[in-house]
């Protein structure tokens, strides 16, 4: 069973900088697609960006130029480098393997495709 361990979130001034590491254990990185999600207390949970095995990345429109998403499969390790952070990316971010749709203009979105969640790492964006 695939087990992440987020960490890397933290209080960061609107427009900074946080890189966030997702440590998978159970299975290799580069065998699955996997991606980043956050989740707001009272909202829906939603995808941020997701990157398959083979490389192809997904990113939810809103972070598209900020965010970058890579893997370092010697590690087993995922990470989401997010700059000029906004007060609204406040969230608990965790990740997870996903499911992706796509075509030949890349993948177009990702979801979750598992129930079994980490703890998460906190991402205050706040002055």
């Known amino acids: 069973q695939a087990q992440f361990v987020e960490s890397g979130g933290g209080l960061v001034q609107p427009g900074g900088s946080l890189r966030l590491s997702c440590q998978a254990s159970g299975f290799r990185t580069y065998e699955y697609s996997i991606g980043w999600f956050r989740q707001v207390p009272g909202k829906e949970r939603e995808a941020v960006s997701c990157?398959?095995?083979?490389?192809?990345?997904y990113y939810k429109n809103a972070v598209k130029g900020r965010f970058t998403i890579s893997r370092d499969d010697a590690k087993n390790t995922m990470y989401l480098q997010m700059n000029n952070l906004k007060p609204e990316e406040t969230a608990l971010y965790l990740c997870q393997t996903v499911g992706t749709a796509g075509n030949d203009g890349g993948l177009k979105s990702c979801w979750a495709d598992s129930d079994f969640w980490g703890q998460g790492t906190q991402v205050t964006v706040s002055s």
């Open positions: 990157i398959t095995g083979g490389g192809e990345t």
